[in-house]
């Protein structure tokens, strides 16, 4: 994983892509700020403690590619307070940063916003222990589409269950509906998924065919005084009156989303047959558009649609926890392309244009160009 460049799926190696870019050094950090500042509203009690508004926060990593398989069938997850920068530097509106997020992590991995997408196969179940032992607040884990017992759907309210600060738990998640599908807290989960505790989990048909390119997009919007709040700031959050004002893909905000190694660019070599996991873990629909291709939407929300029902389209929009697989050839022009939000107000940064929910198809090929060097630049990677 720490060798791919692009979205996270398979895409090419960081020599492979040095290679074709003529690019190489390493990410360029920046100092970051919240986007501006907007009116407060009556204040919803989400107080923190002291020790929440530390400003010592780890910073958020990409999402990593867990193969729950491969680990026996278990996975620990567990929370961490974080800092996540959705687009650091100055370029496109930035920076914008999300100053306080509750970041799933796997194991002994890195804290990430989204979480780490587990990755499972037809017929094995997953043995998922959430560790609070070092949280503060309780916490809850829900999968969505797959047929449990009811003492693992994760919702406290329902079941009685939830995992206090000090616990853990362990849910069994059978592998019995195959596709992609999301996961997140279910304890007051109308703050719980905006402060960053959501993330993607596949379950892999048995047999399963990948495309030459596979890639998992999430998608998410954010009010940010929700998070400027938890982190002690002022700023005061009604989720009765939520107002976004931060858009990403897979966390980060163009032209962010386009960094090789901390962004999602879309990288594909001419005569590719691609595939594209999208996952909604936002509260809006959020109809995504790709320039130059025509592609065909052939699972929604794990549900595989019949090839008669099919046809080529450039746009479909995916409703909050909603999952669109979409698939196309790579057969355009080699160049760089736009994959983005077709809402022009969630392609932004703040006031600026573009920005927001915006990524690329970027063909290898076209890779060794200026104007790529350009948006390397504009996205902070350090040539």
């Known amino acids: ?129 959430f560790d609070n032992t070092d949280g503060m607040r309780p916490h809850t884990v829900h999968f969505h589409a797959v047929q449990k017992q009811w003492e693992d759907d994760g919702v406290p309210t329902t079941t009685g269950i939830r995992i206090n600060p000090g616990e853990k738990h362990t849910y069994t998640i059978p592998a019995n509906v195959t596709g992609t599908h999301l996961y997140h807290c279910h304890y007051q989960t109308h703050r719980h998924i905006d402060m960053g505790m959501y993330g993607i989990f596949r379950v892999d048909p048995k047999g399963y065919e990948p495309a030459d390119k596979e890639y998992f997009m999430t998608l998410k919007e954010w009010d940010s005084r929700l998070n400027r709040q938890m982190a002690g700031m002022d700023a005061s959050y009604d989720p009765r009156n939520r107002r976004p004002d931060t858009f990403t893909v897979n966390g980060k905000s163009a032209p962010r989303t386009l960094h090789p190694e901390d962004g999602s660019p879309i990288i594909v070599e001419q005569g590719d047959t691609v595939r594209i996991h999208m996952c909604n873990n936002g509260y809006m629909d959020h109809p995504m558009h790709i320039h130059n291709h025509r592609f065909q939407v052939t699972h929604k929300d794990g549900g595989k649609i019949p090839e008669a029902a099919r046809h080529d389209q450039d746009i479909t929009s995916i409703p909050p926890a909603g999952r669109h697989t979409i698939e196309f050839e790579a057969d355009a022009d080699p160049g760089i392309y736009l994959a983005h939000c077709h809402k022009v107000s969630h392609a932004m940064n703040g006031t600026a244009y573009p920005g927001g929910m915006i990524t690329g198809v970027v063909y290898k090929e076209a890779m060794d160009t200026d104007i790529f060097k350009q948006l390397m630049d504009y996205a902070g990677y350090d040539a």
């Open 1 to 129: 994983m720490e060798d791919q460049i692009g979205a996270p799926g398979s895409g090419i190696s960081r020599r492979d892509f040095v290679k074709a870019s003529g690019l190489g050094g390493t990410v360029a950090l920046a100092g970051c700020t919240a986007p501006g500042e907007v009116p407060t509203e009556e204040s919803v009690d989400t107080s923190t403690t002291p020790a929440e508004s530390d400003s010592d926060l780890p910073t958020t990593s990409p999402p990593e590619i867990v193969n729950v398989d491969e680990q026996g069938g278990e996975v620990t997850l567990s929370s961490v307070p974080a800092k996540h920068e959705a687009h650091p530097g100055d370029s496109m509106g930035g920076p914008v940063e999300l100053p306080k997020v509750w970041a799933f992590k796997a194991d002994d991995g890195e804290p990430s916003v989204p979480g780490p997408i587990l990755r499972t196969t037809e017929g094995e179940d997953m043995e998922v222990t």
